[in-house]
């Protein structure tokens, strides 16, 4: 499976800012997935992101407020913008992996706490 | 809206003893499911199955999928204070172009006390 690496590991942010969250592969992927995991709560997806088109938003996110740059088949970021409490979660990156259709492997996660 | 439910949502037994975490799903375009092990952070890929009847095993780790009536469990037997964990079921489908999505349950909290 593919080595994912995600920068920031964890951040504690002021109300109104903004973050980046990287996330690195080994390995050339198309498609790459950016989800939210809030407090108690399960992971939800925010996002596809394929290398050389628009990312592909799921329903309650927006690109204003997450936006999405892939500018290679390895590299994604994501940003959390005009930050609130309520985005306070941990939030993870994920590629599809080796030869295993429909099974995501999984970045180290990024913990993001909004004061 | 497709549904993914999980029970029990906690879980706390003693070493040495076997588990049963349930997976329950309510989809439409159903591909597959998969078992995610989570400590800390970062899920980690257990099992996927596509096909009722046949269980995948991977030491104390088993699993299997009944696609009739639309669950998965997941047995761990003589657990370990390290099986302590979220595990998470996702059942995949098909969301058109050929592509495919994920659907989350809320997890199994596992804890396992000597």
């Known amino acids: 499976s593919a080595v994912i690496s995600q920068k920031p590991s964890r951040d504690i942010c002021q109300r109104g800012t903004s973050l980046t969250i990287q996330c690195q592969v080994d390995?050339?992927?198309?498609?790459m997935f950016w989800y939210r995991q809030q407090p108690g709560q399960s992971l939800t997806l925010i996002a596809t992101?394929?290398?050389?088109?628009?990312?592909?938003?799921e329903s309650g996110f927006v690109i204003d407020k997450f936006p999405i740059s892939r500018p290679n088949l390895t590299f994604s970021t994501l940003t959390v913008s005009n930050m609130s409490p309520e985005d306070s979660s941990i939030y993870l990156c994920?590629?599809?992996?080796?030869?295993?259709?429909?099974?995501?492997?999984f970045g180290p996660g990024t913990r993001l706490t909004v004061l | 809206e497709d549904k993914v439910v999980q029970s029990p949502l906690s879980l706390v037994v003693h070493e040495g003893d076997t588990v049963t975490l349930n997976c329950s799903y309510e989809?439409?375009?159903?591909?597959?499911l998969l078992w995610y092990k989570q400590e800390k952070k970062a899920p980690t890929f257990l099992f996927m199955l596509?096909?009722?009847?046949i269980e995948k095993k991977s030491g104390r780790l088993s699993s299997i999928l009944d696609k009739k009536e639309l669950f998965s469990i997941l047995n761990i037997t003589a657990t370990q204070t390290g099986d302590s964990a979220i595990y998470l079921c996702?059942?995949?489908?098909?969301?058109?172009?050929?592509?495919?999505?994920?659907?989350f349950g809320k997890g199994t909290k596992l804890s396992v006390i000597p």
């Open positions: 989809v439409t375009n159903f591909r597959s």
């Open positions: 996702a059942v995949a489908t098909y969301s058109g172009a050929g592509s495919y999505q994920l659907t």
């Open positions: 994920s590629v599809e992996g080796g030869g295993r259709p429909d099974t995501q492997y």
């Open positions: 992101a394929n290398q050389g088109s628009e990312a592909t938003y």
């Open positions: 390995s050339q992927v198309t498609m």
């Open positions: 596509t096909s009722s009847g």
